[in-house]
């Protein structure tokens, strides 16, 4: 777990304040649920088998038994609020969320024990539409804050219920022929979850993937119709995409279409963010036949990728000659407007030499000067720290002369 501050958290809440912008304009409503959650609700969506459940989540019993569990992610917390404050009433259940999760993992480059992800979620009937939206809102964002160019879109279907169950039943039975060559990791998950199977990093793995069965040879005609619209749909949409079919989710309750955006590295965190369908999570957790649909972002992971467009910021320092008129000084800072490239540093200790030197370490690049002769005519002093050079300027013209001045830079 890290402490943010600095570039990095500059860049942190330039993508909040994107990503948020572009949710609320597609009408997404912002959702910010407890960091602390019941365990049921992750062993229940996750499953109990699950890397997160049974090796990464942190959980504790507080002072009254309660077993509770730092939230791992935020799609299962989402769906619960859903069920929880009744929002199957409502005409639009779409939600985007920024927040904190938690897991004890291996940190590694983008990704952490504590770490931060954006997400939507969409709520109603099965609908291809809804897909292509989710994924269309993927596309804008990363295009707005300029990576889309550095990732490639990956796409496949995991089919209906039933398409999914006959598959996993040929999954297992060649892969128990592969046993003997199997990792592990991929041994304990083939009773279990034979699926995750198909998302190993091992390379004896990686082998034997390549030869095992493929979900889309399973897919009835429901299933081949909804990835049908999918491809058509992104393809009508220009966004660019290419099929994996080994592209799967482990966990029970999704469905249909699954998507990841990821980094053209050759490495195992290449992926910046990844969605799809989960028809039966809302009903597995208590709720009504309300289907979802949405997708997540890890922020770390995105900032490793990011180009900054921050604008480069100025500083100018601010003081008197006389420390009677430190008030003065700041009532005039206390009017000024606030502009995106500009700092302000208040200097209220020290002669008058001191405050310059501390100026000139602050990096600024002029001083504001309060000084007592000039003050009477309502005056105050620019002090240029690069040329060395000196004007006066009248205090009504203030916002004036500093928009000029920093249009200069």
């Known amino acids: 777990m890290r402490d943010l501050f600095g570039e990095e958290l500059i860049k942190h809440q330039y993508l909040s304040q994107i990503f948020r912008k572009l949710c609320t304009f597609y009408n997404y409503e912002e959702i910010a649920t407890p960091l602390v959650e019941h365990i049921q609700i992750f062993n ?17 019993k507080d002072q009254g038994d309660d077993h509770l569990v730092l939230r791992p992610e935020g799609t299962a917390a989402v769906a619960r609020a859903y069920i929880s404050n009744n929002f199957q009433q409502k005409l639009v259940n779409k939600y985007f969320y920024i927040g904190s999760m938690f897991r004890r993992e291996r940190p590694q480059s983008g990704r952490l024990r504590q770490f931060n992800q954006f997400g939507v979620e969409f709520f109603g009937n099965r609908n291809i539409l809804s ?7 993927a596309d804008n964002f990363l295009n707005k804050i300029g990576i889309r160019k550095k990732l490639r879109l990956e796409i496949n279907s995991l089919g ?9 039943e040929s ?18 998950r083939l009773e279990k979850n034979p699926l995750r199977i198909l998302d190993s990093k091992n390379s004896k793995d990686l082998e034997i993937v390549k030869e095992c069965p493929k979900i889309n ?12 619209g999918i491809t058509k749909g992104l393809k009508q949409l220009g966004i660019t995409f290419e099929l994996n079919s080994n592209l799967v989710r482990g966990l029970d309750y999704y469905n249909h279409t699954a998507f990841e955006y990821k980094t053209f590295e050759e490495k195992s965190q290449n992926t910046i963010l990844a969605g799809g369908r989960y028809d039966s999570l809302i009903n597995m957790l208590g709720g009504n036949n309300s289907t979802g649909v949405g997708w997540a972002a890890g922020i770390e992971r995105i900032v ?18 006389s420390p009677e008129f430190n008030f003065e000084v700041l009532n005039l800072i206390k009017n000024l407007k606030p502009k995106d490239n500009l700092q302000i540093n208040f200097l209220n200790s020290g002669n008058f030499k001191k405050k310059l030197s501390k100026a000139s370490k602050l990096k600024s690049f002029a001083c504001i000067i309060l000084a007592e002769n000039e003050w009477k005519e309502k005056k105050l002093i620019w002090k240029d720290l690069i040329s060395d050079s000196q004007e006066t300027f009248s205090l009504d013209m203030i916002e004036e002369f500093l928009n000029n001045k920093l249009d200069k830079k």
Do not use: C, P, Q
């Not at 040879?217 to 049908?228: L, V």
């Open 131 to 137: 897909d292509l939206e989710v994924i269309l809102l």
């Open 160 to 168: 209906n219920k039933e398409s999914r169950g006959k598959y996993i």
């Open 304 to 321: 490793l990728n990011l180009v900054s467009k921050n604008k480069e910021k100025f500083t100018i320092s601010v003081f008197s000659n």
């Open 44 to 60: 229940r969506s996750l499953g109990e088998t699950s890397d997160i459940v049974s090796k990464e989540m942190y959980n504790f």
């Open 217 to 228: 040879s399973f897919f009835d005609k429901e299933s081949s119709d909804f990835f049908d």
């Open 171 to 188: 999954l297992k039975e060649f892969l128990n022929k592969k046993k003997s060559h199997l990792s592990e990791e991929s041994l304990r």
